[in-house]
C-alpha cells in the first residue's frame, strides 16, 4: 500500500515539474514570437485598407443589382406612396397662421 502512496506522489511530482516547463518554455516561446505577431497583424491592416476601394466597388454593383430588384418590388406600392405623400403636404399646408400681427 505504501507503493502506491509513493507512486502517486511521484506521479504527481512529475506532472507539477512538465507543468512548470511547459509554462516556462509557453512563456519564452510567446515572448519570442510577439514581433512577429505585431508584422502578422500590420501587414492584415494593410490588406485590409488595399482592399476598402474594391469593397466600396462591389458594394455599388451590389446596391446596383439588388437596387433594381427591390423598386420592382415597390412598384405596387406607388400608389400608396402618392397619397401619403399628398397627404402630408396637406397637413404641412395647414400649419401656416389664419392672421398675420401686426
Do not use: C, D, N, Y
Not at 22 to 46: E, M, N, T
Not at 83 to 90: E, P, Q, R, T
Request: charged residues 5%; without cysteine; hydrophobic residues 75%.
Amino acid at each position: 500500500m505504501a507503493e502506491l502512496a509513493v507512486a502517486g506522489a511521484l506521479a504527481l511530482a512529475a506532472l507539477v515539474f512538465l507543468g512548470l516547463i511547459w509554462a516556462v518554455v509557453s512563456l519564452v516561446f510567446s515572448i519570442v514570437l510577439i514581433p512577429f505577431k505585431l508584422i502578422g497583424f500590420l501587414l492584415r491592416g494593410v490588406a485590409a485598407l488595399l482592399l476598402v476601394p474594391f469593397m466600396l466597388a462591389l458594394g455599388l454593383v451590389g446596391f446596383l443589382v439588388f437596387g433594381a430588384g427591390m423598386l420592382l418590388f415597390l412598384v405596387p406600392a406607388f400608389p400608396l406612396v402618392l397619397i401619403a405623400l399628398g397627404i402630408w403636404w396637406l397637413v404641412k399646408r395647414g400649419r401656416q397662421p389664419a392672421t398675420r400681427a401686426l
